[in-house]
């Protein structure tokens, strides 16, 4: 991945990206369960349905701490020595791009440790992949070098209280992958659920009720978890990397999100356009194409000095610029929009924020806006990146 602030030129990036792997040719381990008497894995509990109590009501609500998360797993002890840092207890909507931010920094902390084998954070289905994302792209450059141990994010979707309740296996799972020694060409970040292994940049939720509501569209499981052993079978994702920069003391850029419609005339691109934002990410339909009316407002837009990346609605598939009628890719890659490869539009946000937070990248948005959306793009798609700035690798 590109380094920010190491030149101006645009070769830099030619140099440093490194070229697709086939990720369904590596099988990585032996696979078999690697459980020490002597290894700690940290329970770090935000809240989620895992976390749930009924009240007077009998609505479900985040009462649970992680110390009663972990008495309900049968066989939790024998796997390892484990520890508990309450860290909230709310329902997944409650957590916010700042609380993402210092789980980050604690979670760094915790795993420098070295009696620490990994953490498992245990967290609301909602959001659940969207902290998983910003962990995976926050983990700063002394950490990615130094450290290669597994974060862990598991959840349930039924209450602790309920019939088929899934929390206690999807805890016991996630343990198990964080009991594991991860070697540096897996994922870092990842989703435990219904004992698949999902990569924090590609796992989407998507049924608001099943236990198997988590999936990978286009791309499956990273692994899986059984009774004896966990599973690796396909290599690291580029974007679960991280994205060489310290991490930040807090996210300072304004992001927004303009779903696009049938009929769109542009009003809502207009509004963020008035607010002065630093970043907005449009989600198109299909290949990322748009209303022909929403045009005008996005390169109004994008001369103001806002980065416009576009996305699709729909679960799986990248942008490309495959038609040219009015709206379509093409028009937007001719005002200077970014295009979001495969990325949902709530990881675009996050990515955004996180990256428009940094100094150095701020600095190069000044200098050369130009370079600065080719070092987007190849966050996003370097493949579309080499062919749009004319980068070869």
């Known amino acids: 991945m590109t380094k920010l602030g190491t030149g101006?030129?645009?070769?830099?990036?030619?140099?440093?990206?490194?070229?697709?792997?086939?990720?369904?040719?590596?099988?990585?381990?032996?696979g078999y369960l690697d459980v020490m008497e002597d290894k700690t894995v940290v329970i770090f509990a935000v809240g989620g349905t895992i976390a749930t109590k009924k009240d007077g009501e009998g609505y479900l609500v985040p009462a649970a701490s992680g110390e009663e998360l972990c008495k309900k797993v049968p066989g939790l002890d024998d796997l390892c020595n484990i520890e508990v840092v309450n860290f909230s207890c709310v329902q997944s909507t409650a957590v916010t791009p700042e609380m993402m931010l210092e789980i980050s920094k604690q979670v760094q902390e915790i795993l420098k440790r070295p009696d620490v084998?990994?953490?498992?954070?245990?967290?609301?289905?909602?959001t659940l992949e969207e902290t998983a994302y910003f962990l995976s792209i926050s983990?700063?450059?002394?950490?990615?070098?130094?450290?290669?141990?597994?974060?862990?994010?598991?959840?349930?979707?039924?209450?602790?209280?309920?019939?088929?309740?899934?929390?206690?296996?999807?805890?016991?799972?996630?343990?198990?992958?964080?009991?594991?020694?991860?070697?540096?060409?897996?994922?870092?970040?990842?989703?435990?659920?219904?004992?698949?292994?999902?990569?924090?940049?590609?796992?989407?939720?998507?049924?608001?009720?099943?236990?198997?509501?988590?999936?990978?569209?286009?791309?499956?499981?990273?692994?899986?978890?059984?009774?004896?052993l966990v599973y690796f079978r396909a290599g690291a994702l580029d974007l679960d990397m991280g994205f060489n920069f310290p991490t930040p003391e807090k996210l300072t850029a304004k992001v927004g999100i303009v779903k696009a419609v049938t009929g769109d005339k542009g009003e809502l691109?207009?509004?963020?356009?008035?607010?002065?934002?630093?970043?907005?990410?449009?989600?198109?339909?299909?290949?990322?194409?748009?209303?022909?009316?929403?045009?005008?407002?996005?390169?109004?837009?994008?001369?103001?000095?806002?980065?416009?990346?576009?996305?699709?609605?729909?679960?799986?598939?990248?942008?490309?610029?495959?038609?040219?009628?009015?709206?379509?890719?093409?028009?937007?890659?001719?005002?200077?929009?970014?295009?979001?490869?495969?990325?949902?539009?709530?990881?675009?946000?996050?990515?955004?924020?996180?990256?428009?937070?940094?100094?150095?990248?701020q600095e190069l948005r000044r200098e050369d806006p130009e370079l600065f959306r080719a070092y987007l793009q190849e966050c996003l798609d370097p493949v579309l990146s080499e062919r749009l700035f004319s980068i070869k690798s």
């Not at 990206?17 to 590596?26: L, W, Y």
């Open 8 to 30: 101006t030129e645009k070769e830099t990036i030619s140099q440093q990206i490194e070229p697709e792997v086939d990720i369904t040719e590596e099988v990585l381990d032996d």
């Open 117 to 126: 084998s990994g953490v498992v954070i245990t967290h609301g289905t909602d």
């Open 139 to 228: 983990l700063s450059d002394e950490f990615q070098n130094e450290y290669f141990k597994p974060i862990v994010l598991t959840g349930s979707m039924r209450g602790a209280d309920a019939v088929g309740a899934d929390g206690p296996a999807n805890l016991l799972a996630s343990v198990k992958v964080a009991c594991h020694d991860v070697k540096e060409d897996i994922p870092r970040v990842v989703v435990c659920m219904n004992n698949e292994i999902h990569a924090a940049s590609r796992v989407q939720k998507v049924h608001s009720d099943n236990i198997a509501a988590f999936k990978s569209p286009s791309w499956g499981p990273v692994g899986y978890v059984d009774d004896d």
């Open 269 to 361: 691109i207009d509004y963020f356009t008035s607010q002065k934002i630093d970043a907005l990410v449009i989600e198109g339909f299909g290949r990322g194409n748009l209303p022909p009316e929403m045009m005008p407002s996005v390169k109004e837009a994008i001369d103001s000095g806002i980065e416009v990346v576009i996305t699709s609605r729909t679960p799986a598939g990248r942008i490309l610029d495959s038609y040219g009628t009015p709206g379509s890719v093409k028009d937007s890659i001719q005002l200077g929009a970014v295009m979001g490869g495969e990325s949902t539009s709530a990881k675009v946000r996050l990515l955004l924020l996180y990256i428009l937070s940094q100094p150095k990248a």
